[in-house]
């Protein structure tokens, strides 16, 4: 039998019960006083049996003891199971769902857990379950989101022009206005809102799949929207069609939400009735189209989808003037909340003129 390893000599028995007594961790309370037994003369044995542990576990405390002192005694965080993935193939794994998947290739056009598992075992004959790759993924930073709609035609370099070059397309209407004149950024769109409603997500318990009603009927009207998120305003129309009379019924109605004698530059699509030769364009309102197919640079697209998922979606609309009274009700509730005009509409490309 090996040797007993003495004990280091700056600690002695009554430091060890005071410290037994002080410490907040059971297990190192009961390694102490074990080991003050040794500092009084007590042999190995005496020490395992109020450990209620065995030799080789009194000889592994000592160890621990004279390596790190008290600290030493107590209980670590156990190492767990080796991870299955190392950096190189988590740096792959972020890679791949980075690019996203080919659906030709691939066969699929999104990624899920499974399938990912299934490209590690065919990479690196590496076997996850669902779940495991779900934690990699969180630990890699990624989380399951929904997707921003893109135009598949859009020309991403004309929304930078667009971007960049709003200061200037400012300055020069401004230059053609009386000097002083205050001016308003403003962004118009249209809704349509039918019996053929959204579902909006809700809240439900995992495992089960909630229902909602949902009509099949036609009857439909359009919300006609526009905001000034800089000032919190907006100004609104329920309309039964889409068209340039419908278009200029909204552009008063804007002008007469633009502070007085302050100008509008409102930025809207090139939508037929937006650009119709019988438009009439009030005098405190200059038009600005917007890229085509960019409704990213619309905040009004994200007023539409607020509406419908707190107000709008998930109803069933018994006629057309009960779509018309909570459209109209919509709207309202959303522009007695100009902090929530704000925080939709502000983009710091516009607004930093």
């Given at each position: 039998?090996?040797?007993?390893?003495p004990l280091?000599?700056d600690?002695?028995?009554?430091?060890?019960?005071?410290?037994a007594?002080t410490s907040?961790?059971?297990?190192?309370?009961?390694?102490?006083?074990?080991?003050?037994t040794?500092?009084?003369?007590?042999n190995?044995?005496d020490a395992?049996?109020?450990?209620a542990?065995?030799?080789?576990?009194?000889?592994d405390?000592?160890?621990?003891?004279n390596?790190?002192?008290?600290?030493?005694?107590?209980?670590?965080?156990?190492?767990?199971?080796r991870?299955?993935?190392?950096?190189?193939?988590?740096?792959?794994?972020?890679?791949?769902?980075?690019?996203?998947p080919?659906?030709d290739?691939d066969?699929v056009v999104?990624?899920?857990?499974?399938?990912?598992?299934a490209w590690?075992?065919?990479?690196?004959?590496?076997?996850?379950?669902?779940t495991?790759?779900?934690?990699?993924?969180?630990?890699?930073?990624?989380?399951?989101?929904?997707?921003?709609p893109?135009?598949y035609?859009q020309?991403?370099a004309?929304?930078?022009?667009?971007?960049?070059g709003?200061?200037a397309?400012?300055?020069?209407?401004?230059?053609?206005?009386p000097?002083?004149?205050?001016?308003?950024?403003?962004?118009?769109d249209?809704?349509?809102?039918g019996?053929?409603?959204?579902l909006p997500?809700?809240?439900?318990?995992?495992?089960?799949?909630?229902?909602?009603?949902?009509?099949?009927?036609?009857?439909?009207?359009y919300?006609?929207?526009?905001?000034?998120?800089?000032?919190?305003?907006?100004a609104?129309?329920v309309?039964?069609?889409c068209?340039?009379?419908?278009?200029n019924?909204?552009?008063?109605?804007i002008?007469?939400?633009?502070?007085?004698?302050?100008?509008?530059?409102?930025?809207l699509?090139?939508?037929?009735?937006?650009?119709?030769?019988d438009?009439?364009?009030?005098d405190?309102?200059?038009?600005?189209q917007?890229?085509a197919?960019?409704?990213?640079?619309?905040?009004?697209?994200n007023?539409?989808?607020f509406?419908?998922?707190?107000?709008?979606?998930?109803?069933?609309?018994?006629?057309?003037?009960?779509i018309?009274?909570?459209c109209?009700?919509?709207?309202?509730?959303?522009?007695?909340?100009?902090?929530?005009?704000?925080?939709?509409?502000l983009?710091?490309?516009?607004?930093r003129?």
């Open positions: 039998m090996s040797a007993a390893v280091r000599e600690f002695n028995a009554d430091a060890l019960r005071h410290l007594k907040r961790d059971a297990g190192q309370s009961r390694r102490l006083l074990a080991l003050a040794i500092y009084d003369g007590g190995r044995t395992a049996r109020i450990g542990v065995g030799l080789q576990t009194v000889r405390w000592v160890l621990a003891f390596a790190d002192g008290p600290v030493g005694l107590i209980d670590g965080k156990a190492p767990g199971q991870p299955k993935l190392n950096d190189d193939q988590r740096r792959a794994l972020a890679a791949i769902v980075e690019r996203g080919d659906p290739q066969g999104r990624w899920r857990r499974t399938d990912l598992a590690l075992f065919a990479r690196f004959r590496v076997s996850l379950d669902e495991t790759v779900g934690r990699e993924l969180r630990k890699l930073g990624f989380a399951k989101l929904s997707a921003r893109r135009h035609a020309d991403p004309a929304l930078a022009v667009f971007k960049k709003l200061p397309a400012v300055r020069a209407i401004r230059a053609t206005l000097v002083g004149t205050d001016i308003e950024l403003w962004w118009q249209e809704a349509r809102v019996q053929k409603n959204t997500r809700r809240w439900a318990r995992r495992g089960t799949r909630p229902t909602a009603p949902k009509d099949q009927r036609t009857e439909y009207a919300i006609f929207g526009a905001i000034c998120p800089e000032k919190g305003k907006g609104g129309l309309l039964p069609r068209n340039a009379q419908a278009m019924a909204h552009l008063v109605e002008s007469l939400a633009v502070d007085p004698g302050a100008h509008a530059v409102l930025m699509d090139g939508a037929g009735w937006h650009v119709a030769s438009l009439v364009v009030p405190n309102i200059t038009l600005l917007l890229p197919r960019a409704p990213e640079l619309n905040p009004v697209e007023v539409w989808q509406i419908r998922d707190n107000w709008l979606g998930d109803r069933i609309f018994t006629s057309y003037d009960d018309v009274d909570r109209c009700d919509a709207w309202n509730r959303f522009t007695d909340q100009p902090w929530k005009i704000m925080s939709i509409g983009r710091n490309w516009a607004h003129l």
